[in-house]
């Protein structure tokens, strides 16, 4: 009993919900597909930045409320300042592409913290039981509360460098110089 006792809290300290998000940094993605326009703007684009950086949990997320996060290098080839919401559409064979808000964007695909505190259910209780006394507890641990506040830090945190992440290598809200 206390054998399966040991590895059930080894399973669960090592298992955890949470995920560590990992940055995606577009600076240093390679970006694999590059488009070219003679005119006014070239730019390179890379899908599937999240998975490709492993955060499997959020493109889990992202694929399941249909977002596709995008790294995109643009070079301004004109001799004015372009702004990307005002000056540049995006286009695919289907229409047209509308970003969406940063802040929206990482709401959607956060880890959602509270369902973490299910696991302040988890305890180890011993029960001794004699003909005499009848039963009682003799040993009550409730182990799973340290495994909630983990996994609520953790994917706390995670949430917090998604949204920064976001917010400063967005494309939408900056103006993009020429060169």
Do not use: W
């Amino acid at each position: 009993m206390k054998k399966a006792l040991v590895y059930l809290t080894v399973l669960l300290l090592f298992g955890q919900c949470a995920a560590v998000y990992h940055p995606i940094d577009p600076p240093t993605v390679e970006y694999s597909s590059m488009q070219e326009d003679d005119r006014d703007l070239s730019f390179s684009y890379q899908y599937d930045v999240l998975a490709k950086r492993g955060n499997k949990k959020y493109s889990k997320k992202e694929k399941k409320h249909g977002f596709s996060i995008i790294a995109v290098e643009v070079t301004n080839n004109t001799d004015r300042e372009l702004n990307f919401a005002r000056d540049i559409d995006l286009l695919i064979q289907r229409g047209t592409v509308y970003p969406a808000e940063n802040e929206y964007t990482a709401h959607t695909i956060r880890q959602k913290i509270g369902l973490f505190l299910l696991y302040g259910l988890v305890y180890y209780s011993e029960t001794d039981c004699n003909s005499k006394s009848g039963c009682r507890t003799t040993t009550f641990i409730p182990f799973g509360l340290g495994i909630a506040a983990g996994n609520m830090i953790v994917g706390g945190t995670s949430n917090t460098k998604l949204k920064e992440e976001f917010n400063k290598y967005s494309l939408y809200t900056k103006n993009i110089a020429p060169g």
